[in-house]
């Protein structure tokens, strides 16, 4: 069973940035689309973004489109997630996901414990 990581959560105000990280146990991570999802308090977790295995197909949710941008780095084994203008409502816990196709509908395989990302007002 894979282990997803994440790192680079925090209390950020209002149009600041936060990078999160998330490493991966594995070998094949290659194989694999990565993402991250979120999920505030009383709300169903939600996708915000995924790469394909390469990074030649990346998928972003409307809400965060030209704000976020998804990454990844196979000789690293890891995906980030550089978030820019920040706004309260991106206040979630955001977790890393790995699955086999964009995960946009479903299809995670594995996650990650969650990293918290609050902003303030």
């Known amino acids: 069973q894979v282990q997803l990581v994440e790192s680079g959560g925090g209390l950020v105000e209002a149009g600041g940035s936060l990078r999160l990280s998330c490493a991966a146990s594995?070998?094949?991570?290659?194989?694999?689309?990565m993402g991250w999802f979120r999920q505030a308090p009383g709300q169903e977790r939600e996708f915000v973004a995924s790469?394909?295995?390469?990074?030649?197909?990346?998928f972003y949710a409307d809400a965060v489109k030209g704000r976020f941008t998804i990454s990844r780095d196979n000789a690293k084994n890891t995906v980030y997630l550089q978030m820019n203008s920040l706004k309260p409502e991106d206040t979630a816990a955001y977790y890393c996901?790995?699955?086999?196709?964009?995960?946009?509908?479903?299809?995670?395989?594995?996650w990650g414990q969650g990293t918290q990302v609050t902003v303030s007002s």
């Open positions: 996901a790995q699955g086999r196709n964009s995960m946009r509908t479903g299809g995670v395989a594995s």
């Open positions: 594995e070998r094949t991570f290659s194989d694999y689309y």
């Open positions: 790469i394909s295995r390469s990074g030649g197909s990346i």
